[in-house]
Every structure is written in structure tokens, then in C-alpha cells.
């Protein structure tokens, strides 16, 4: 299987899961995707998968600074449902990456590795996207505006050619080359770029002790 070279550039994301140890599908259980796998799993690359491998890989990134992520440990909130626009295609990626699935979900061993009801939709998020770890709750709001990474202007007339059937081979093959370089450029030219992926921290509000409760304590 032949894909493009800029993929390997592409950082790759470790993870680690507790159900892959005990089941003996990976060493300590863990295990390596890279952009080339949410390709596959997808059947094409877009700016559209381009931006869910990589704002989960920023997510985790951002809640497991000293140690491996934790496939399975944690919970993804959605702003909208999958049947909105392309929120189907983010969410495969993401149960990839993550383990965290809706309702079809794994429901897991005796009530361990469970990742049925990961995935939930959570209409008052202001970002795209939340993570939350279960263990310790600590959580990451995240988002990506790819239209910010400009396309080539031959990309529009080459894309309603091939829409149309009336693309020739050089034409599509034209359109093809021009398509990855903007997602290639999106991912390496802009994947720290804020203005392009946003990571922002969930800030807790501490608990609020009753008056009565502060004096008996």
C-alpha cells in the first residue's frame, strides 16, 4: 500500500490499553496509531480527518503530559450530534484513537473496560469537542478550523470536473496532488498554529462549603 511520504512526518500517537494487556493483543497493552491508520479507517484523507487525528492527538497530549494515554480512560463530549455536517467521520477517528464509543460500545468485563457510553453529545460546549479523563476529571475543550488553511483556486473547478464525471485521469490525478498538499500543509504547517487547532484547558470551579459546614469543620 502506497501512501504519500508526508504522512511519516506526521507525529504518531502511543496509547495505552488496559483491555489490549489482558487480553494479550499488545505488549503492556500498548499500542500505536498514526495518520495513516485514521486514513485507512476512513478510506481517504480530508482536512476533515486530518483535524480529528489531530486534535485528539493535542487533547491527549495536553492531559497526559508525563505518561502514555490511556485508551479506554476517557470520556469525548460532541457540541453536535453525529449526524451533523461532518461529526460522523471526527467520531470514527476518534473512537480509534480513544476507545470511547456511544451506546454500541464494548460494554465491558464485569464491569470493568467498558467504553459503551464514552462518546455522549453535549449541545452547550462552546468548542467542538471535550475531553475528560475518568480517573482524575481533568478535561480539555478543543477545536480546529481547517477553511483557515487556504486550498489552491484550481481545487473548486477540478473538483466539480471529477464531481460532474468529466474529469479526465490527469485532471483527477491534478486534483489529487493538490488535495493532500493542503492537508499536508494543514498538519504540519499549521498544527500548532492556535488560530487553526484550539486547546483549551477546563478550568473547575471549587466547591462551594455551605457556611454551616465551614464552622463545624
Request: some cysteine.
Amino acid at each position: 500500500m502506497q501512501l504519500p511520504p508526508y504522512f511519516d512526518e506526521i507525529p504518531r500517537l502511543r496509547v495505552q490499553d488496559p483491555l489490549a494487556r489482558v487480553l494479550g493483543a499488545a505488549r503492556d497493552g500498548v499500542l500505536e496509531y498514526g495518520f495513516a491508520d485514521a486514513v485507512r479507517l476512513a478510506g481517504h484523507a480530508c482536512p476533515t480527518v486530518a483535524s480529528a487525528y489531530w486534535m485528539t492527538y493535542l487533547a491527549l497530549e495536553h492531559l497526559y503530559p508525563d505518561s502514555l494515554p490511556q485508551r479506554g480512560g476517557l470520556q469525548v463530549e460532541f457540541r453536535d450530534d453525529a449526524r451533523h455536517g461532518n461529526n460522523g467521520v471526527i467520531a470514527m477517528v476518534v473512537q480509534m484513537l480513544t476507545g470511547a464509543a456511544g451506546s454500541t460500545g464494548f460494554k465491558g468485563l464485569g464491569g470493568r473496560f467498558g467504553r459503551a457510553g464514552l462518546m455522549r453529545y453535549r449541545p452547550d460546549l462552546l468548542a467542538l469537542l471535550r475531553f475528560t479523563r475518568k480517573d482524575t476529571r481533568a478535561a480539555v475543550d478543543v477545536g480546529a478550523e481547517p477553511s483557515k488553511v487556504a486550498a489552491a483556486p484550481a481545487i473548486e473547478p477540478l473538483m466539480a470536473k471529477v464531481a460532474a464525471g468529466k474529469a479526465s485521469a490527469v485532471e483527477e490525478a491534478e486534483l489529487g496532488t493538490l488535495w493532500q498538499a493542503r492537508v499536508r500543509c494543514l498538519l504540519l504547517d499549521y498544527g500548532r498554529d492556535p488560530g487553526v487547532f484550539m486547546v483549551r484547558p477546563v478550568l473547575r470551579r471549587p466547591a462551594i462549603v455551605p457556611e454551616a459546614l465551614q464552622e463545624t469543620a
